[in-house]
T-cell receptor, first 109, second 113 residues
């Protein structure tokens, strides 16, 4: 299975702090994507990193990919209360996106 | 316009009912997807349509029947569902079915009673 496994399952931080979430997967991939989901809502695409890329930035987001370790990390800098959500990594290889179990992030004002 | 629209937002149906979930996108995307998500779980892929043809069926029971009338529309026909089918059903689309960002709708909450 290509399912990613996020770590930690839940994370609680103070507003202004940085949040780091990790994702590990099992098989070779073409790309890895991160999504955010507010409670009971649809998923919002955050960033896509291809297998030949090592790092990407988008605003306050920084994603790294280490294909030798089959792992990725998502860093959210200067977190805000509005960042409270579940964050999923999703891998794409021989099949369309397969999602990991997610990290529930709570940012306390 | 990066919007995928799903209707209805909420649906309650009995186990003998027939209902449909609808999804629409006007981004010119040629791949469309149905995902199922149970509470506190990740989305699970059900079906993929590529250029209006069913390309992937993830061993979904036949009580779920997808339909792609045209490149902008995707339906999910529901018949004789079970209470355990209650979930959030998410429609999504992408430019094509390889290596692209996938855009999700807000989902349809289905409750089977």
């Amino acid at each position: 299975s290509q399912q990613g496994e996020e770590d930690p399952q839940a994370l609680s931080i103070q507003e202004g702090e940085n949040a780091t979430m990790n994702c590990s997967y099992k098989t070779s991939i073409n790309n890895l994507q991160w999504y955010r989901q507010n409670s009971g809502r649809g998923l919002v695409h955050l960033i896509l990193i291809r297998s030949n890329e090592r790092e990407k930035h988008s605003g306050r987001l920084r994603v790294t990919l280490d294909t030798s370790k089959k792992s990725s990390s998502l860093l959210i800098t200067a977190s805000r209360a509005a960042d409270t959500a579940s964050y999923f990594c999703a891998t794409e290889g021989n099949t369309p996106l397969v999602f990991g179990k997610g990290t529930r992030l709570s940012v306390i004002a | 316009d990066t919007e995928v629209t799903q209707t209805p937002k909420h649906l309650v149906m009995g186990m003998t009912n027939k209902k449909s979930l609808k999804c629409e996108q006007h981004m010119g995307h040629r791949a469309m997807y149905w995902y199922k998500q149970k509470a506190k779980k990740p989305p699970e892929l059900m079906f993929v349509y590529s250029y209006e043809k069913l390309s992937i069926n993830e061993s979904v029971p036949s009580r779920f029947s997808p339909e792609c009338p045209n490149s902008s529309l995707l339906n999910l026909h529901l018949h004789a569902l079970q209470p355990e089918d209650s979930a959030l059903y998410l429609c999504a689309s992408s430019q094509d079915d390889g290596g692209r960002e996938i855009y999700f709708g807000e989902g349809s909450w289905l409750t089977v009673v």
